[in-house]
Every structure is written in structure tokens, then in C-alpha cells.
């Protein structure tokens, strides 16, 4: 993996997880729209060919050696990221939900903005057609936690279409929410004073396999998402909030 080089150097992450059969197309797509920036994938110990197929596709590839979930695999690529000195950096998941084509609305977004990050958000055109019902109900739920605490709404408060500043990819660095990490990541940052802001952007169906979230997970995503926000807030030292 390169070092970065100049003030909009820009590292684009792809966590994996047995993705095999869409991670290339989506590593594919990115360097269509990008072809300059290099594409990360971080395999999370996958037991499938995931790591072979995000590099025939072009790839850097970081292959962790245990399964440390979503929110470590995220953070095993900010680390990287930060050590080598990228200013910028994009998630983008290796399902293919996440369009690549609005991969330069974020990444102006970050530069233009001045926010420590920036959520490609599914509503601000609309409601989104490839959200689950349970889905949509628990977006819906921590919309309403989140505005208080934020100041601010934010439309999209579990999307992984995230881009961040080197701000932002310092604090990422060195702690990280571990499970389902995009909500307590936004309260992390409020903690910090840092500003967010949200793009449109288009998601699609999966590319292959299935979703990991049941019935069952929905309701686990909630109550454990819920602990990790309120143990962030308790953290708050109450010093004068940024806007």
C-alpha cells in the first residue's frame, strides 16, 4: 500500500466479509469512476475467496488474520489509512449496495464543507425502495434519539456510505465502535465538537448472498446500539459544542 501524497490525498476502504461474489464488481466500479485513487479492501478473515477476487479486480488488499467484525474491520482500514498519511478517506461496502457514481459528491462534500464527515444519506431525495421494513422502523427510532444529542437531524443515521476527514480519521484511529459502530461513530464525533453533513446518494439491492441482520439482530442492533450512545453521551465533558 502506497503512501499518500498531497493535501486531497484520498484512500477509499472497502470492508469485506465472504463478499466473493460481488466485492469484485464493486471494486471494479469504483476504479471506473475514480481510477486515480486507490481502493482498500479489508478482508475480514473471510472463509471464502474474497481477498483473491478483490485483487484480480484491482485492489489493495489488507487481510486480517481473526474476524474482528464490521466496526474493527472499519477501523483496521482508518488505522492504515492514518499511519500512511491519507487526508481523506470513503467507506464504501463491499455488498454493492453503495453506488460508486457518488463517490465525487462526498469526497467535494469533505473538501468544500470543512466537516469531519460526510453520510451519503439514502432520504434526502425521498424514501429509499431497498430498506426492510425493520430497517426503516430503526432508522426511524434512532433519528429521533439522535436529534438532541446532535443538535442537528440527521436523515440517514446508519448508512455506511461515510466519508471522513484526517480529523476525524485520527480520532477513528485509535478507538472505534466495534458492532454496528455508524451510530455511536456520530456520537463520538459530537463528543469532539466535529460537524457532519449528508449527500444524497443512490443504494441497490445487494450484489449477492444476504444480509446478516434478522428479526432477531434487529432487536440486539437497538438495545446494544442504544447502551453504546448513552455511555458516549455520559462521556460528554461539557465543554462548548463547534457548529
Same mark, same amino acid.
Request: charged content about 25%; glycine content about 10%; aromatic content about 10%.
Given at each position: 500500500?502506497?503512501?499518500?501524497?498531497?493535501?486531497?490525498?484520498?484512500?477509499?476502504?472497502?470492508?469485506?466479509?465472504?463478499?466473493?461474489?460481488?466485492?469484485?464488481?464493486?471494486?471494479?466500479?469504483?476504479?471506473?469512476?475514480?481510477?486515480?485513487?486507490?481502493?482498500?479492501?479489508?478482508?475480514?478473515?473471510?472463509?471464502?475467496?474474497?481477498?483473491?477476487?478483490?485483487?484480480?479486480?484491482?485492489?489493495?488488499?489488507?487481510?486480517?488474520?481473526?474476524?474482528?467484525?464490521?466496526?474493527?474491520?472499519?477501523?483496521?482500514?482508518?488505522?492504515?489509512?492514518?499511519?500512511?498519511?491519507?487526508?481523506?478517506?470513503?467507506?464504501?461496502?463491499?455488498?454493492?449496495?453503495?453506488?460508486? @457514481? $457518488?463517490?465525487?459528491?462526498? =469526497?467535494?462534500?469533505?473538501?468544500?464543507?470543512?466537516? /469531519?464527515?460526510?453520510?451519503? &444519506?439514502?432520504? +434526502?431525495?425521498?424514501?429509499?425502495?431497498?430498506?426492510?421494513?425493520?430497517?426503516?422502523?430503526?432508522?426511524?427510532?434512532?433519528?429521533?434519539?439522535?436529534?438532541?444529542?446532535?443538535?442537528?437531524?440527521? @436523515? $440517514?443515521?446508519?448508512?455506511? =456510505?461515510?466519508?471522513?476527514?484526517?480529523?476525524?480519521? /485520527?480520532?477513528?484511529?485509535? &478507538?472505534?465502535? +466495534?458492532?454496528?459502530?455508524?451510530?455511536?461513530?456520530?456520537?463520538?464525533?459530537?463528543?469532539?465538537?466535529?460537524?457532519?453533513?449528508?449527500?444524497?446518494?443512490?443504494?441497490?439491492?445487494?450484489?449477492?448472498?444476504?444480509?446478516?441482520?434478522?428479526?432477531?439482530?434487529?432487536?440486539?442492533?437497538?438495545?446494544?446500539?442504544?447502551?453504546?450512545?448513552?455511555?458516549?453521551?455520559?462521556?460528554?465533558?461539557?465543554?462548548?459544542?463547534?457548529?
Amino acid at each position: 500500500m502506497r503512501r499518500a501524497s498531497g493535501p486531497d490525498s484520498l484512500l477509499i476502504i472497502v470492508p469485506a466479509y465472504n463478499e466473493e461474489g460481488a466485492v469484485g464488481e464493486v471494486v471494479w466500479e469504483i476504479r471506473q469512476v475514480m481510477p486515480e485513487v486507490p481502493v482498500l479492501v479489508i478482508d475480514d478473515c473471510s472463509s471464502d475467496c474474497t481477498a483473491v477476487v478483490a485483487r484480480v479486480a484491482g485492489a489493495e488488499v489488507l487481510s486480517l488474520p481473526h474476524h474482528l467484525g464490521l466496526g474493527g474491520c472499519v477501523q483496521a482500514g482508518y488505522r492504515l489509512a492514518y499511519e500512511l498519511g491519507y487526508q481523506y478517506v470513503i467507506r464504501v461496502d463491499g455488498d454493492g449496495q453503495h453506488d460508486p @457514481r $457518488d463517490l465525487p459528491a462526498i =469526497f467535494e462534500a469533505l473538501r468544500e464543507s470543512g466537516c /469531519e464527515m460526510v453520510i451519503g &444519506s439514502r432520504f +434526502l431525495d425521498g424514501p429509499e425502495q431497498h430498506t426492510s421494513f425493520l430497517r426503516g422502523l430503526g432508522i426511524r427510532f434512532f433519528r429521533l434519539v439522535l436529534r438532541p444529542i446532535l443538535g442537528k437531524p440527521v @436523515r $440517514d443515521p446508519t448508512s455506511g =456510505f461515510v466519508g471522513v476527514n484526517r480529523a476525524a480519521l /485520527e480520532i477513528f484511529s485509535r &478507538s472505534f465502535p +466495534l458492532e454496528y459502530p455508524e451510530i455511536e461513530a456520530l456520537v463520538v464525533l459530537q463528543r469532539k465538537a466535529f460537524r457532519f453533513a449528508e449527500v444524497p446518494c443512490r443504494v441497490r439491492p445487494r450484489r449477492a448472498g444476504r444480509s446478516s441482520i434478522t428479526a432477531l439482530k434487529s432487536f440486539y442492533y437497538i438495545i446494544h446500539v442504544l447502551l453504546g450512545v448513552f455511555v458516549n453521551v455520559l462521556k460528554y465533558d461539557g465543554r462548548p459544542r463547534r457548529r
